[in-house]
């Protein structure tokens, strides 16, 4: 069975501090993981993406996340937030097949402030 | 820009009437997904498409059904809607060597 849990609804931060966004995975395959972020009235845009190989992986914006298989966790930072950071984050699972469905994560509001 | 399409982008209905939310994905993609997504129930997955073939079914409810064309664009059909179908729904489409999937914009439903 898959599923997804993202620790915290709601993560607020000062511009410049660190983002710091939880995402705990369960998975009885290995598992692809990703991370989506949606602009309000947006569609979900892709982060990042852990497949197989490095478990550190880099996204755009400067967002990186780190795939630690013992901990089933995939936690998305990023070291200076900015304010144009502010949106929901969704982390999510597709398991078993690279056409499978993706499981999602509940979202974190990411509030930024000045 | 995803290259996914979802028309329209804003629907207005009452209850018990029928809609048709439409899909086309990026070109070339064989497999097109449909989420919900709500303030209660989060993202929910509700049908996958494969090639004009149905490959897997979620949440989805008996007074909703879903089909892929030959040219590989998809509709999603709501019908007897209620209240609670209010919801943002999302088309999605992968590639066969692909390992993600892109997201269209949404289409946004409220049923009053």
């Known amino acids: 069975a898959q599923s997804v849990t993202q620790l915290g609804s709601h993560v607020s931060v000062s511009e410049g501090a660190l983002v710091l966004l939880r995402c705990n995975y369960s998975?009885?395959?290995?598992?692809?993981l990703f991370w989506y972020v949606q602009y309000p009235n947006q569609g979900l845009q892709l982060l990042l993406k852990?497949?197989?190989?490095?478990?550190l992986v880099k996204g755009i914006n400067g967002f990186e996340a780190e795939f630690k298989k013992s901990e089933t966790s995939f936690h998305l930072t990023k070291p200076s937030a900015h304010m144009s950071d502010a949106a929901e984050y969704f982390c999510?699972?597709?398991?078993?097949?690279?056409?499978?469905?993706?499981?999602f994560g509940r979202g974190t509001q990411l509030t930024v402030w000045p | 820009d995803s290259g996914v399409t979802q028309t329209p982008k804003h629907l207005i209905t009452a209850t018990g009437q029928r809609v048709t939310l439409r899909c086309s994905p990026r070109?070339?993609?064989?497999?097109v997904y449909w989420y919900q997504q709500s303030l209660d129930q989060g993202l929910q997955f509700l049908i996958q498409?494969?090639?004009?073939?149905?490959?897997a079914k979620g949440n989805i409810l008996e007074r909703f059904s879903a089909q892929q064309f030959p040219d590989l664009h998809s509709e999603l059909n709501l019908s007897s809607l209620e209240l609670g179908d209010s919801a943002l729904y999302f088309c999605?489409?992968?590639?066969?060597?692909?390992?993600?999937?892109?997201f269209g914009q949404g289409t946004r439903l409220t049923v009053v």
């Open positions: 999605a489409s992968s590639s066969q060597g692909g390992t993600e999937a892109f």
């Open positions: 998975s009885s395959v290995p598992p692809y």
């Open positions: 852990y497949t197989t190989g490095a478990t």
């Open positions: 999510a699972l597709r398991g078993g097949s690279t056409l499978g469905r993706l499981y």
């Open positions: 070109s070339g993609d064989l497999s």
């Open positions: 498409y494969y090639n004009g073939e149905e490959r």
